[in-house]
């Protein structure tokens, strides 16, 4: 089948609304009608992540868009589907995030103006980014339901034409041309994933996917502190428990299009625990040197599960947003570091004599440990008062190295307690038997 989907495309497509529900040609009529105004994101193998895995993964880089999100899709769709007097009038929009920040920057671009109101936690680089490309940021609520009421309420006292961030026609359309760019690139994909939160992204490429390829297999994936999308599926009250790090699919109200679609093309909603989705983040900043934000990696996180369905099949990720911030990022990084064994924390019982400590040091050095912090303490301790507890900070080469480290340390008759209680660790059992102690 021809997945080009060339159309004519002229004023009268863009300012009548595409019918209802969204279809295949909807979808095609979008990809022509936004082609030359976003980005068409690389779609590339990893052969790292595919080692790592045990399946062939292929990487679409929606956080190469220019406001780093594949909402960027849906929300030019849906702005040039606006008749003169509505881009006159104005938009609102209510987002957690990147929708807002694509809301605002074609809006801009296009010269609507724009009101964007965004939960009160949302991270600083998105209000700020939004506020940036001109639009006017209100912060209310404490998720996007709440911050979606506000929005209602201002579009209809101004007159505003309001874009709903997952649950219009037009949107899903957009979201959808990712599928298009994706088969087109590589036609043979037996599995797509992708994350979902109010289901416009998944049921987007559902409809795109399954009408190229109705043997491929569709995956949600959603944060196991806010399952709504799953929830809803099995008819189930849904129960939100956040914080999460994928906050950009923290939705608690699935959208009333996108569930039935989702319920038919999807295969299934795989939740991720959090460790899961930073483990997601860090390795790909470490192998594909990408930054990613929690929700925007969380499709890679079911391949992290050792779930054997992926097993050497051509899997699909799509990396849908790219907007974290630093200060989350930099926390990302330590606990990947601490998770992985090259950044540890012990406590050493040593003689509370003149150059015990200078020998404990010159050891750790000798192996090839580099000390980040020191704490010699004295006085909260049950040790006996000839002896002291000095707590370390260790950055090491990895777990091998570590567990090297830990075996020389009880070479030397030190005791060590571990402060760390990841169950990564090695079990150190033999290096607690100690006459310190």
Known sequence: MDIDCLYETGKEDRE???????????????????????????????????????????????????????????????????????????????????????????????????????????????????????AEVILEGSGVDEAGVLAKKLAEERGLCFIHPYDDEQVIAGQGTIALEMLRAFPDLEVLIAPVGGGGLLAGLAIAAKQLRPSIELFGVQSVRCPSMAQALKSLSVE????????????????????PVIRRLVNEIILADEP?????????????????????????????QKNHRFQGKKVGIVLSGGNIDLLILSSIIQRGLVRSGRLVRLLIAIRDIPGALSEVTRLLGEWGANIIEVHHQRTFTTLPLQTTEVEFVLQTRGLSHWKEILRELYRANYSVRLLDKNPDKVETKSALKSHYY
């Open 276 to 304: 899961e989705l930073e483990q997601a983040v860090l390795l790909l900043l470490e192998v594909e040197k990408a930054v990613v934000e929690g929700a925007g990696a969380a499709g890679l996180a079911p391949l992290l």
């Open 16 to 134: 009548e609304e595409m019918p209802p529900p969204v279809t295949f040609d909807s979808i095609c009529r979008a990809a022509e009608l936004i082609k030359g105004q976003i980005i068409e994101t690389p779609c590339v193998p990893s052969s790292t992540l595919s080692q790592i895995t045990g399946c062939e993964v292929i990487l679409k880089f929606e956080i190469f868009q220019f406001t780093a999100s594949f909402k960027e899709r849906g929300a030019l769709v849906k702005l040039l589907s606006l008749s003169p007097e509505e881009r006159k009038q104005g938009v609102a929009a209510m987002s957690a995030g990147n929708h807002g920040l694509a809301v605002a920057y074609h809006a801009r671009r296009l010269g609507i103006p724009a009101v964007i109101v965004m939960p009160r936690n949302t991270p600083n680089i998105k209000v700020e980014q939004t506020a940036s490309f001109g």
């Open 240 to 259: 939100c428990h956040p914080p999460t790090i994928a906050e950009g699919i923290a939705v608690r109200q699935p959208g009333r299009l996108t569930l």
